[in-house]
């Protein structure tokens, strides 16, 4: 078990290494801090207690690590914790702060609010959407209805060069099993607010196409994708801006600039279970304008990590690239030869779109996180994880284990 512990300590760090030198792809994939099995659920009680604590400028993140409700102090030191009670723990005895108790204290709705650590109380941080609501809500600057229509008056930056011919396919009419919860066609997003008219998700062809190869290669692994949006209309990037405080533009795109959403590259998702329909335990909600939604956060369950960069595993492999800032959103490779769009979802076309059969449709998503040996799919359109049911190695295909749901 502490061998197991500490390669997987020592591989979290090498992929903090390779992603800030900017290595991305299969060299990345090999990298993943990710058991060789699907985690077991964190206990229930313990999810209370998951979270953020300040003290002056000191952060202490509480998260579920190998089974075991841990503190980590300055984003790198880790340190394992046994329950005495509900609410009170100890370090393990075979670390420096051994005698030392953790305790929770809890506010009179029964909510944790705070952590001792010895004499030294630290406040919870508030992260992601109030208890009970499934979305977090950011207060516009102004009103929303009047930067719609100050955007729909707008234009779109000019832009020279050579472009492709702009092709948006909906993702359903290629993939009737591609689920969608379309946020912006309805008030359950960050504005509470109405922006599309329609619930559907659009990407350039070549874009949509990767993602069909995505979500059929997951259903080996008992997944799905579960998309949010897609293709973008500039205006609303526009309103997404001006709506949005200073401290929060990271999350939003400048639309002097268009977004790669407006471009029709780039796609926010999520997995959900084939078993149940439902979306899976991430580390953040959807579109939660926190640290807890860059997809290298270290908090949360090994649960909800492993889900996130599993998701992140399948779609670099097929040449799309998560965003720094939120582990939802994914770029397609090819984004910067399309125009920035202005187009609303009734003004495209939803005929002459029939449905593909992926070639990849009979590979499964195997990922061997502990032998990180390369087997490569022999149709040259997806990274090291995958493997033909019928071709390849024999050799290699002995070492790879199956993540199965």
């Known amino acids: 078990m502490k061998q197991q512990s500490f390669n997987r300590a020592l591989t979290a760090l090498l992929l903090a290494l390779a992603i800030t030198a900017g290595v991305t792809g299969r060299s990345r994939l090999a990298l993943l801090q990710t058991t060789t099995s699907k985690p077991a659920a964190a206990p229930a009680k313990w999810l209370p207690l998951i979270g953020e604590y300040l003290r002056d400028n000191e952060t202490v993140i509480i998260l579920e690590s190998d089974g075991k409700l841990s503190a980590l102090f300055n ?5 394992p914790l046994r329950e005495v009670t509900t609410d009170s723990f100890e370090f393990d005895n075979a670390t420096a702060r051994k005698g030392e108790h953790v305790v929770f204290s809890r506010d009179s709705h ?9 004499r030294l109380a630290y406040k919870r941080k508030p992260l992601g ?17 009047e930067l719609i229509k100050e955007a729909l008056a707008a234009q779109p930056p000019k832009e020279s060069g050579n472009f492709l011919p702009t092709d948006l396919v909906e993702l359903t009419k290629l993939d009737p099993t591609i689920k969608l919860d379309i946020r912006y066609a309805t008030t359950n997003n960050l504005f509470d607010t109405v922006f599309y008219s329609q619930a559907r998700a659009f990407l350039q062809r ?38 949005t405080p200073d401290d929060k533009k990271l999350f939003v795109a400048d639309p002097s600039k268009g977004s790669r959403h407006n471009r029709g590259c780039a796609v926010d998702l999520t997995l959900y279970d084939l078993k149940t329909g439902r979306a899976v335990e991430m580390v953040s909600t959807y579109d939660e304008t926190t640290d807890r939604a860059y997809p290298n956060y270290p908090g949360g369950t090994s649960l909800q990590r492993w889900h996130r960069d599993f998701l992140r595993a399948a779609m670099e492999a097929e040449g799309f690239t998560v965003y720094e800032a939120e582990w939802w959103h994914f770029d397609y490779k090819d984004w910067q ?27 499964e998503i195997k990922i061997d996180f502990s032998r990180r040996v390369p087997v490569r799919d022999p149709t040259g359109l997806s990274a090291d994880i995958y493997r033909s049911k019928t071709e390849g190695s024999a050799d290699a295909i002995d070492q790879l284990r199956t993540c199965k749901a």
Do not use: C
């Not at 984003?75 to 340190?79: A, E, F, M, N």
């Not at 029964?110 to 010895?118: C, N, P």
């Not at 959407?129 to 209805?145: C, D, F, S």
């Not at 030869?337 to 590979?363: C, D, H, M, Q």
């Open 75 to 79: 984003r790198h030191d880790l340190v």
């Open 110 to 118: 029964g909510r944790v609010a705070q952590l001792t650590l010895g």
């Open 129 to 145: 959407p109030e208890e009970g609501a499934a979305q977090l809500k950011v207060q516009p600057l102004r009103p929303v209805p």
């Open 206 to 243: 070549p874009a949509a196409e990767a993602l069909v190869r995505v979500n059929q290669k997951l259903k080996a692994s008992g997944y799905g994708l579960l998309v949010h949006d897609g293709y973008r209309p500039w205006y609303v990037t526009k309103v997404f801006w001006d709506a």
């Open 337 to 363: 030869k399309y125009r920035i769009g202005n187009l609303r979802f009734e003004e495209i076309s939803s005929t002459g779109v029939s449905p593909v059969s992926p070639a990849t449709s009979n590979y």
